[in-house]
């Protein structure tokens, strides 16, 4: 199983409210991202989950809050977002980061996020 | 400051020819590198990668060449087929296994 899930496909919220977005794998990685696009640019890395630790954050702003509850899952709580804000969020896993190799990240098909 | 660069926004080729895919880079400290193809309303999905020690990689009908001198990798679909045509991200491995893609190109495959 290849497969990165994340859940809703699509979010309108608004700039008061408070939500999740969801991200699983069962390929046995220990490592997870999190991807934010805008339209016609490439990804950019917001945050890396090592062993359910937080291991970069790319000096994302606070009103995006990462949380790793177990090796399979992967949150981003979302408050207080500008419309600025809206983008496909994405979510990828890979093998550990100290394992050799490519270490590939395996992407699910991303949340996309409208803020209103 | 970009630090990887695919300075063709689109390509378009006819199915059955070589379709090449150019990235240029600037950071040394780059080791890997990998090959994504995103389709619209789908994530990145990964097709090929290249150690920064090597110059060929090989995988079917997709083969990427590493110049490091010349900081240049190309990706090489031979033949092409219309269900390649989809937007093709170059991206480099830094620490902690951070990636840094290009902007991406655009790959038409006409039939």
């Known amino acids: 199983d290849t497969e990165v899930t994340q859940t809703p496909k699509h979010l309108v919220m608004g700039m008061t409210n408070k939500k999740s977005l969801k991200c699983e794998q069962h390929m046995g990685h220990r490592a997870m991202y999190w991807y934010k696009q805008k339209a016609k640019k490439p990804p950019e890395l917001m945050f890396v989950?090592?062993?359910?630790?937080?291991?970069i954050n790319e000096s994302v702003p606070s009103r995006f809050s990462p949380e790793c509850p177990n090796s399979s899952l992967l949150n981003l709580h979302l408050h207080a977002l500008q419309p600025e804000d809206s983008a496909l969020y994405l979510c990828?896993?890979?093998?550990?980061?100290?394992?050799?190799?490519?270490?590939?990240?395996?992407f699910g098909p991303g949340t996309r996020l409208t803020v209103l | 400051d970009q630090q990887v660069k695919q300075n063709s926004p689109s390509l378009s080729v006819q199915e059955g020819r070589i379709s090449i895919l150019n990235c240029d880079y600037t950071n040394s400290m780059f080791d890997y590198f990998l090959w994504y193809k995103k389709y619209p309303a789908e994530g990145p999905t990964f097709l090929i990668s290249i150690s920064s020690i090597k110059d060929k990689n090989e995988d079917g009908r997709f083969t990427v060449f590493l110049n490091k001198s010349a900081k240049h990798l190309s990706l090489h679909i031979v033949p092409s087929q219309p269900g390649d045509s989809a937007v093709y991200f170059c991206?480099?491995?830094?620490?902690?296994?951070?990636?840094?893609f290009g902007a991406g190109t655009i790959l038409r495959v006409k039939s």
């Open positions: 991206a480099a491995r830094e620490y902690g296994n951070k990636l840094v």
């Open positions: 989950y090592s062993y359910e630790k937080l291991s």
């Open positions: 990828a896993s890979s093998q550990d980061l100290r394992a050799g190799g490519p270490r590939v990240q395996f």
